[in-house]
Structures are given as structure tokens and as C-alpha cells.
Nanobody, 124 residues
Framework: QVQLVESGGGLVQAGGSLRLSCAAS????????MGWFRQAPGKEREFAAA????????TYADSVKGRFTISRDNAKNTVYLQMNSLKPEDTAAYYC?????????????????WGQGTQVTVSS
């Protein structure tokens, strides 16, 4: 089992920045590819960003490309999502996810483990 705990959400004005963190425990962190997903009220959970277990490969949804950056610190068992130039449409609960494997993965059902989520609200 892998336990994931997100933090760093909050209320920010449009154009601002936030950095989300996801701390992992329970298994060897470097065995797991990581992803960030988000879910707005009344909408499906959607992919935002993913990173391979080494950190050498990353991918992003078109809606966040150029504004969000995913990274990981394997020494701290933590994955981050740096979010810049935030827009009101970025408002959502953000979830961290993990799965075994050497690549990065973009599908919601690719992931075995999920955190409880952290709320991001962007005001206009």
C-alpha cells in the first residue's frame, strides 16, 4: 500500500501561483510513477500532469501546459505541482495518484493509489 497526502491548496487570485505537494509513504517511492488530476464540481476527474518514477519524463494536459510544472524529490518521497498564471477555470479539487511502472501515465484508471485531495480556488 502507498499512502498519499496532498497539501498546499488554497484561495488565490487569477494570475497568481500555488505549489501543491504530495507526500508518499508506505512503499519505495522510486518504484512509482506519479500523477496529478483535478475535479471541478459536476465534472469528471481529469488528468493534469504526470511524471515517471525517475523524474526524467513528464507530460501535461494541454489546458495546463506552459503554466504547470510537475517535479519530484525522491529523497523526500514527495511530488510537487507548481501552478503559475492560474485561471478561474483551474478551480478544482486536486488529487495526487501513484502507480507502479517506469513510464508516465495519463489515464485516471491507470493509477492504483489516490490521495484525499486539496482544494484550489482561483478568483477572478
Amino acid at each position: 500500500q502507498v499512502q498519499l497526502v496532498e497539501s498546499g491548496g488554497g484561495l488565490v487570485q487569477a494570475g497568481g501561483s500555488l505549489r501543491l505537494s504530495c507526500a508518499a509513504s508506505g512503499r519505495t517511492f522510486t518504484n512509482y510513477a506519479m500523477g496529478w488530476f483535478r475535479q471541478a464540481p459536476g465534472k469528471e476527474r481529469e488528468f493534469a500532469a504526470a511524471i515517471s518514477r525517475s523524474g526524467g519524463g513528464t507530460t501535461y494536459a494541454d489546458s495546463v501546459k506552459g503554466r504547470f510544472t510537475i517535479s519530484r524529490d525522491n529523497a523526500k518521497n514527495t511530488v510537487y505541482l507548481q501552478m503559475n498564471s492560474l485561471k478561474p477555470e483551474d478551480t478544482a479539487a486536486y488529487y495526487c495518484a501513484a502507480r507502479g511502472g517506469s513510464h508516465y501515465y495519463t489515464g485516471r484508471y491507470d493509477y492504483n493509489y489516490w490521495g484525499q485531495g486539496t482544494q484550489v480556488t482561483v478568483s477572478s
